[in-house]
């Protein structure tokens, strides 16, 4: 570890009853970095998520903030401060009342408070709307000031639990970039939870990759995408065909090995070290694929199929293709 990490997991551990949902998790955020922790429902991420903003105790292990253990203090105590995925704002508040909250619980001057929630305002892009009525407020714009409200008392680690889940299509691509450009401009650490595995992709500078309460891989977008450790991930993180195979030549010094799959011969470049009939899976992504009427030039990774069935759906097409049986 090159660095000093601003917060630190240590072996977390968390019981409901006598099931186990987080098994030994260990983890280390460095200042300023954005890490989204994905996975499918029943996973772990929002628990985790709420154990380090003291809203879920832990059973064992420790949270550590800045250099402070800080998993036996309440939230209040902690400085983190976590958006909820309903962002929790009080209806009978105004914007400005809603941002300020945490400022007056704090005891901050009058004056002091007003500065304070102009700057969010502004930040936020809400200048103006600060006397107006939470229900008066489109989903983006409570969002918004849910983030401001997070970010009033300029916490060391803001924590955001799936807040674009309750926006449409459009709202949430746009608010995604919003979120992001925010914390890159305040340079904030922040720990943002999503099922949704491309809004992940498109958001982190890491990604924590959980199933079951335990981290299956930790790394950029690009890495857990084309470098995937096990099927699970490989499934999980965009879209993928499946093959399973044997090896039959595999040469180091070019990087290559060839394996023989139920469509034919399949060339391919080995993670690791793999030995002469070894099984393997091999994992294909869509976009690495083409589709041509005519037989291309190269016999490379060519094969011929029949198109099944072939859907439009804007930004790309999506073909089901039978190749030798195989689907």
Wanted: with cysteine; proline share 5%.
């Amino acid at each position: 570890m090159n660095y000093i990490p601003m917060l630190i997991l240590e072996d977390i551990h968390k019981f409901y009853d006598n099931n186990e949902v987080l098994k030994g998790i260990t983890l280390d955020i460095k200042k300023g970095e954005l890490v989204t922790f994905v996975g499918p429902s029943g996973c772990g991420k929002t628990t985790l998520l709420r154990i380090i903003g003291g809203f879920t105790p832990l059973d064992s292990g420790r949270v550590i903030l800045d250099n402070q253990r800080i998993d036996h203090l309440p939230p209040n105590l902690r400085d983190t401060r976590i958006c909820f995925q309903n962002y929790a704002l009080f209806p009978h508040m105004t914007v400005a009342e809603n941002i300020s909250y945490g400022l007056k619980i704090k005891k901050w001057k009058r004056n002091k408070i007003q500065e304070r929630v102009e700057e969010l305002l502004k930040l936020v892009k809400l200048e103006g709307l600060g006397e107006r009525m939470i229900d008066k407020l489109s989903g983006g714009q409570q969002q918004r000031v849910a983030v401001a409200r997070a970010l009033s008392l300029e916490p060391k680690v803001l924590l955001l639990d799936e807040p674009l889940s309750n926006l449409d299509a459009n709202l949430r691509l746009i608010m995604r970039g919003e979120i992001r450009k925010l914390q890159e401009r305040l340079k904030i650490t922040t720990i943002f939870v999503t099922h949704d595995q491309f809004e992940a992709m498109s958001i982190s500078d890491r990604i924590v990759v959980l199933r079951d309460g335990e981290i299956q891989q930790i790394g950029p977008p690009i890495e857990i995408y084309e470098h995937p450790t096990n099927e699970f991930i490989a499934a999980f993180v965009g879209y993928v065909n499946f093959l399973d195979g044997v090896v039959d030549i595999l040469d180091i010094g070019l990087n290559r090995a060839i394996a023989s799959t139920p469509i034919g011969k399949i060339q391919f470049v080995p993670e690791r070290s793999f030995s002469a009939g070894e099984k393997v899976k091999l994992v294909i992504r869509p976009e690495t694929i083409e589709i041509s009427r005519s037989e291309p030039a190269t016999k490379l990774n060519v094969f011929e199929g029949n198109v099944e069935i072939g859907m439009y759906v804007g930004s790309l097409a999506k073909y089901t293709v039978q190749v030798m049986g195989e689907k």
